[in-house]
């Protein structure tokens, strides 16, 4: 398969800058000033990974695409984000069980990408994994709080939980771009992920004192560019300037 | 941000007849620079003064993250959205350090932000203009946390111990806000002809607001003298001004662009530069709440707490009942 | 009713080999808590390899008032510190 390694540094990058937008859409709104510096924190994390990611897609792409070439001049159907990312905040809750559920499966993935055989992979995803590992733990405090909070946060939190539930299949298929690079040893394959996300998101719900996982019909395209209705609101914002003064450098 | 007395001081208060000898010793320690600690005796006076102070201050700082924070989404690079998110993470920082300076002294910052969203405390005026181009947010970084590092410094040395240990770590983190807006502005002004408009454009808006910030001229500033005093202001607002302008009009002309004040001119005898009047109207107007962003700022923050309101009773519940569990 | 967290006050390690330090302190619901926002206000910029979180009530404090009688008694003991011993010339280091 032509550009495999190219189509998964992208996603990776998709999925990392998206979720840092949504993110930083918080700033200056959270619940408690000690929470804005939390999502904040989170926030660049991500658009940190997406910097790394995006910039090494444009090096293997070899047409001298940079991080922000790519950042802001893709239309919708050039995005490979997963659709979870791309969720509108929502209330904490909704925000919280987003970053529980997405940051729980990328931590799994960095995991295992850090041996990955592409050494540049590797190397992203051996920084990365640590920021994750803080993004998922933090949100499961989160969701553990939440769901065993008042009665108001837990049917928030449930709400939460129900608004994600069907993107989580996305985040397990796996595509040609997938399979080809696993049989290289560069990709992760997804459905080994499978277990140890399950366990890991069974034992919060269950310390939260929420009802078990009860996934239903997945939503998937992110991968092949077919979105949620939500993407391209959000490029319309982060690549209005770029776009609107195409020779301007900032 | 900023320090500078917004607010006039409240009702009189009751008058407490404090010991006179407490005050002398209180007053002879704050002369020969000693700080002041949270559980040392003070007089009633210098602890309300502190407590609007700082408190106006931590307000400015997170009522300051609205008009950039509105520009992160919209940061035109990926570098300058790290940069502009981790600065607008800071000013919530700083509000945490201010706050938490202020609770030393008996406030809560339950109490504070309520004053806040009652429209009873102030907050710099400068937020209260609106953010409409890229440029604005260079300017802002440039000139507004310009001018407060300005206020800022001499702060590290104010006498109440935990305010000047805040200041001390609010200058560290703030060395790189003026910078990383002033190189924005270097590159846009050396870009294209709409980036160029865009800068000179921001520097009409924001110069004026900016150099008020140093507060009413020292005439006017009635409680000036006693702060001075008390070691929690240690430069009058005309001094911090005159410094400010002197230090940034090269930096305009080091862009190319101008000062949008017709009288600026360098004065060889006093060594400083003189200026035009400052529209004081305007100023008093934006103080008592009518600046055109003052309705958007203070909604913003009142929806934050509201909406937050459910978070926190959660987590408290949630805690409340592991204490119960673990006491069992 | 009340609204915000209970205040924690917040001590950080530098590196290895300091002691911890008060840095200031966070509003949080309990320690877990704590200690996150702790990391997220007061470590941003590498401050610390380790932290400490204390309820602010949790902490008893000496009385300024006392200062005198807890802290003066100390100073006419001159005798507990070296500069108050005269060494002969001859002894170079001790």
Known sequence: MENALFSYALRLGDDSLVLGQRLSEWCGHAPAVEVDLSLANIGLDLIGQAQLFLGYAGEVEGKGRSDDRLAFHRDVMAWTNCLMVEQPNGDFARTMARQFLFSTWQKALFDGLAASKDARLAEIAAKAVKEVTYHAELAGDWVIRLGDGTEESRRRMIDGLDWHWRFVEELFQADAVVETLVAEGVAVDPAGLRPGFDARVAAVLAEAGLPEMQLPRGVVGGRKGHHSEHLGHILAVMQHIPRTYPDAVW | ?328 | MKTDWPLWEVFVRARGGLSHRHAGSVHAPDATIALRHARDTYTRRMEGVSLWVVRSSDIAASDPKQAGPMFEPAESKVYRHPTFYDLPDAVKHM
């Open chain 2, 1 to 328: 941000m900023y320090t500078t007395e917004l607010q006039k001081s409240d009702s009189k208060p009751v008058a407490i007849k404090e010991p006179q000898e407490l005050i002398d010793a209180f007053e002879a320690r704050v002369a020969a620079d000693a700080f002041i600690e949270p559980k040392d005796w003070m007089p009633d006076a210098y602890r309300r003064t502190l407590i609007r102070q700082i408190s106006q201050h931590a307000h400015s700082e997170i009522v300051g993250m609205l008009p950039e924070g509105n520009w992160i989404t919209r940061a035109p690079s990926l570098k300058r959205k790290t940069i502009l998110l981790a600065k607008v993470q800071d000013e919530a920082g700083h509000g945490l350090y201010l706050y938490s300076a202020a609770e030393t002294l008996g406030a809560s910052r339950e109490e504070m932000i309520d004053a806040l969203h009652s429209g009873k405390a102030k907050y710099s005026t400068i937020f209260n203009y609106p953010t409409l181009t890229w440029a604005d947010i260079g300017a802002i970084g440039w000139l507004v946390d310009g001018a407060a590092i300005m206020n800022q410094v001499p702060l590290q040395r104010t006498s109440y111990g935990p305010y000047a240990r805040a200041m001390v770590r609010v200058c560290k983190e703030e060395s790189f806000h003026q910078r990383q807006g002033y190189d924005a502005l270097i590159v846009m002004s050396n870009g294209t002809d709409e980036q160029k408009a865009m800068v000179q454009d921001a520097i009409d808006r924001w110069w004026w607001p900016a150099i008020m910030m140093f507060g009413p001229p020292d005439d006017n500033s009635p409680n000036s003298a006693q702060s001075i005093r008390w070691r929690i202001k240690r430069e009058t607002n005309d001094e911090l001004r005159q410094k400010f302008i002197d230090a940034t009009v090269p930096q305009v002309h080091l862009l190319g662009m101008k000062v949008p004040d017709p009288d600026l001119k360098w004065n060889e005898e006093r060594g400083h530069y003189d200026y035009g009047a400052l529209d004081w109207d305007e100023f008093y107007a934006v103080v008592r709440g009518e600046g055109p962003t003052a309705k958007e700022r203070m909604e913003a923050r009142r929806k934050a707490w509201d909406d937050g309101a459910w978070v926190r009773e959660a987590a408290d519940a949630h805690e409340a009942r592991r204490r119960l569990k673990a006491a069992a």
